[in-house]
């Protein structure tokens, strides 16, 4: 049976937050930083669905194994959902999380209403195409300046009202319990046994057919065959 699951991605924020979600299961997290050179995949897709499958699909079709992806973003009320798909590239294709959220608290000057929610959508995918779907929302506020020292992304200007902490605030454990992404993996790992079922089944539909015997009879490469066709 397989015991590799490939996280389609080379963050390593996002990498230690599965790992430690999928911890109990007897599947290997990898990230693609644990392979050789792979093309990167445009996520031009319009929602998050979208984008999430299209890099599950690559990942396994690539690779050869089945692979995970998740698609998220902020959507902010008061922006009509931006960044949303845009929220790795809003500042710009090779913008840092830094310059992100400075962009965004830049759009948001003069602001009252800061509403905003994390989304994120999970695809676990085959190589043959077929793949599962998760989903997790979280709702919070934009903050004014950036708190705390862990997390990615936007974490340390999301409030989390609950908590009393920004996302950049919390411990692992309190992130995955609450975040968009712990929730849609919560769904994952509460039925992951069936998921590594239908993983498995799934692979094993993708081998091809053993050949039928009958059709090599001829080639008998037995040592008396051989000495005999010497003589």
């Not at 300046?145 to 411990?171: C, Q, S, V, W």
Request: hydrophobic share 40%; with cysteine; charged share 30%.
């Amino acid at each position: 049976m397989f015991n590799i699951l490939v996280l389609a991605t080379r963050n390593k924020g996002k990498l230690r937050e599965f790992q430690e979600l999928l911890k109990d299961f007897p599947v290997e997290v990898k990230s693609l930083a644990d392979f050789g050179p792979i093309p990167e995949v445009v996520e031009d897709g319009e929602t998050f669905d979208d984008n999430a499958y299209k890099k599950a699909y690559f990942t396994a079709k690539v690779l050869g194994l089945p692979a995970i992806a998740d698609d998220s973003g902020l959507a902010v009320e008061a922006l009509e959902g931006a960044p949303g798909v845009y929220s790795a590239r809003y500042a710009g294709e090779k913008a840092t999380d830094a310059e992100n959220s400075a962009k965004l608290l830049k759009n948001m000057e003069g602001i009252t209403n800061r509403k905003a929610a994390f989304h994120c959508v999970i695809s676990i995918a085959v190589p043959s195409g077929p793949a599962l779907t998760y989903e997790g929302t979280c709702e919070g506020e934009l903050l004014a300046a950036p708190r705390g020292e862990d997390g990615f992304g936007y974490d340390p200007i999301f409030f989390y009202p609950e908590l009393g902490k920004t996302f950049a605030e919390l411990t692992m454990e309190e992130k995955n319990r609450v975040s968009h992404r712990g929730k849609a993996m919560a769904e994952v790992a509460g039925e992951f046994d069936q998921v590594l079922k239908w993983l498995k089944q799934r692979l094993n539909e993708e081998k091809p057919a053993k050949p039928d015997h009958e059709q090599f009879e001829h080639n008998d490469w037995s040592e008396e065959i051989m000495v005999r066709e010497v003589k």
